[in-house]
């Protein structure tokens, strides 16, 4: 099946990381997935949330938030009222990037993941997790330059990609209306070690069965191996240790 953008059943749209795209984070990247363009920082603040005090490790955590401009339609900014999607991506890119560092190393220091969508095409949740673990490796680098950890926090690589089934074909990193007409959608969220760290599924308006599901996680893992050797190219061999 060719699609709408020419691309085969089982390819990834056109990737572009631009690494230190920010200038006073510790940590940042400018993923783009076809049309789809977040920007990914992390920055590093002294303390940890009530509930981790005194425990000797870190934390964690991700916000998410689409600009008004990154669709057709204007977004309202979320500003003290968070949208309930905006909410559910962002624990989603928390949970997936605490899956492969190591909190007790870091101390008790928080690291906060911004994930800003400035275009929108689709596989949002999937590029914000993507970038955020380029912008982490250099978050990473910057902690134990400052001694603040004596060695890498970070134990295997991360990246995150859609498959869905649409008009009954098995697609790959699927584009806005191509996951609007999907009738099966799933990101999965996996290590270089080709561990998962997240997996969500649904059946659009339709039932899928287990060949499926399994179909669809194969998929993803040509993907996310596809987007891994992406992040190595970016930031280089010399600092790639997973």
């Given at each position: ?77 979320d500003l003290n009222q968070q949208g309930g999607r905006s909410y559910e991506i962002q624990r989603l890119i928390g949970r ?147």
């Open positions: 099946m060719r699609r709408r953008d020419g691309r085969d059943a089982d390819e990834l749209r056109k990737v572009v990381i631009e690494r230190n795209f920010l200038k006073y984070a510790q940590g940042s990247a400018l993923i783009s997935m076809g049309n789809t363009r977040v920007i990914c920082s992390a920055l590093v603040e002294k303390g940890v949330p009530p509930f981790r005090r005194g425990s000797g490790g870190g934390w964690l955590t991700a916000e998410y938030s689409m600009l008004p401009y990154s669709t057709p339609t204007r977004i309202y900014r997936a990037l605490r899956g492969v560092i190591d909190l007790e190393r870091l101390g008790e220091w928080t690291i906060w993941i911004d994930c800003d969508v400035i275009q929108a095409d689709g596989g949002t949740r999937c590029a914000s997790i993507t970038g955020a673990f380029v912008a982490l490796v250099d978050v990473d680098k910057w902690l134990q330059e400052k001694r603040i950890t004596r060695s890498s926090i970070i134990k295997d690589s991360l990246a995150a990609v859609s498959v869905g089934i649409n008009q009954g074909e098995k697609l790959l990193d699927l584009s806005f209306y191509e996951d609007s007409q999907a009738s099966v959608d799933m990101n999965v969220a996996a290590t270089g070690r080709g561990k998962f760290v997240e997996i969500q599924i649904s059946g659009e308006g339709s039932s899928f069965s287990r060949e499926v599901f399994e179909q669809l996680l194969v998929l993803s893992e040509k993907g996310i191996k596809k987007l891994i050797e992406i992040q190595k190219e970016v930031i280089g061999e010399s600092m790639w240790k997973w």
